[in-house]
């Protein structure tokens, strides 16, 4: 299997890198490839040495599969450059998920929608992914009405400039800023770029996303997304009304039965999930379950994920085992 990872020398690309040699995933030949100002840079995979190429070459090269991670312009260039010479890509930018010719894919939910045709893959964002790990089988059960959903999310989501001006902020260090305001000591409501409606890039992709991935529009969902200082790992906090109403324990019940889910849910013991438990981990945690006392079948939950993992990384290269396995490349 050749394998084209495009972005590799990013914070998503590294940990892409950590993830296919972690799972075994079964290379023949890898490519690197990067922007133009790293062309030539090495880079060390399993031991071995590699040589960071260019986009075109990597075109050239022809590889079985491409997971991109270089942003959504380069995606929405060359992404179905590569696909024109036969390569599946995976994308990890918001480039072509809500193209309606374009499959969003949650593996442990829908990969199994995915066909030989499909050669442009949406990986979805990653607040979006551990949000729907824990709905899709309570949606199944009880059948969700609407959604509120308020983010925690790690500078790591926005990149390793965000990262340094964390580290510089809390060291005393004066240095490039991410963002408009300091983020050390401090909350933004800013994540992404804002819409005309008021809403951020990020909330409006919480709100598409999973009606698209669960293939249901009678559901809705309303979010703000809100940046905090902390290095990795994104929680939320999740009001979710049913049509149908639901026994706490059965809940507990199905979600510990759900592949990739961990409820980590004790008051007593003051057990719950949180991001420094979920860092380098693929599992989505899920906790403080309980009923929503002002309203009828209404559930709130707080969910905890590793962003660079499991919605990214992880997610991809899952998307990439499912089509190796089912022999769909």
């Known amino acids: 299997m050749k394998v084209a990872v495009v972005g590799a020398t990013g914070m998503v690309g590294e940990v892409m890198l950590k993830v296919l040699a972690e799972r075994k995933f079964p290379i023949s030949e890898l490519l690197l490839v990067a922007s133009e100002r790293s062309i030539g ?6 031991g071995k040495e590699y040589t960071i190429i260019g986009l075109q070459t990597a075109v050239e090269a022809k590889p079985d599969i491409a997971i991109f991670s270089a942003g959504g312009s380069t995606s929405l260039e060359w992404a179905p450059k590569f696909a024109e010479v036969g390569t599946t890509v995976i994308d990890n930018s918001s480039a072509w998920r809500m193209d309606p010719n374009k499959k969003l894919v949650v593996p442990e939910i829908n990969a199994k929608d995915l066909t030989t045709e499909d050669k442009i893959i949406a990986n979805p964002n990653c607040s979006t992914i551990q949000m729907v790990m824990a709905l899709h089988p309570l949606h199944q059960k009880y059948q969700m009405k609407r959604v509120v959903v308020s983010t925690y999310q790690s ?3 926005t990149g390793v400039k965000a990262v340094r001006q964390l580290e510089n902020e809390m060291a005393g260090v004066e240095g490039e800023m991410a963002y408009p305001y300091p983020i050390n000591r401090n909350a933004l409501p800013h994540c992404d770029v804002f819409l005309e409606n008021g809403y951020t890039k990020e909330e409006m992709k919480l709100a598409r996303e999973p009606q698209k991935i669960l293939d249901d529009r009678t559901f809705s969902v309303s979010a703000t997304a809100v940046r905090i200082p902390t290095a990795g790992g994104h929680s939320e906090s999740v009001n979710v009304e049913f049509h149908n109403d639901f026994e706490l324990n059965e809940v507990r019940k199905i979600l510990s039965e759900t592949p990739g889910v ?23 945690f899920v906790g403080r379950l ?3 006392e002002t309203q009828r079948n209404t559930l709130n ?6 962003n660079l993992r499991k919605g990214a990384a992880t997610n991809a290269v899952q998307i990439a085992e499912y089509l190796v396995d089912n022999n769909l490349v």
């Open 41 to 46: 840079k090495k880079l060390q995979y399993h």
């Open 262 to 284: 961990v409820v980590q849910d004790n008051p007593d013991t003051n057990t719950y999930p949180m991001p420094i438990y979920a860092h380098d981990k693929d599992e989505v």
């Open 290 to 292: 309980r009923r929503d």
């Open 155 to 157: 500078v790591s989501g």
């Open 301 to 306: 939950m707080w969910i905890v994920s590793d």
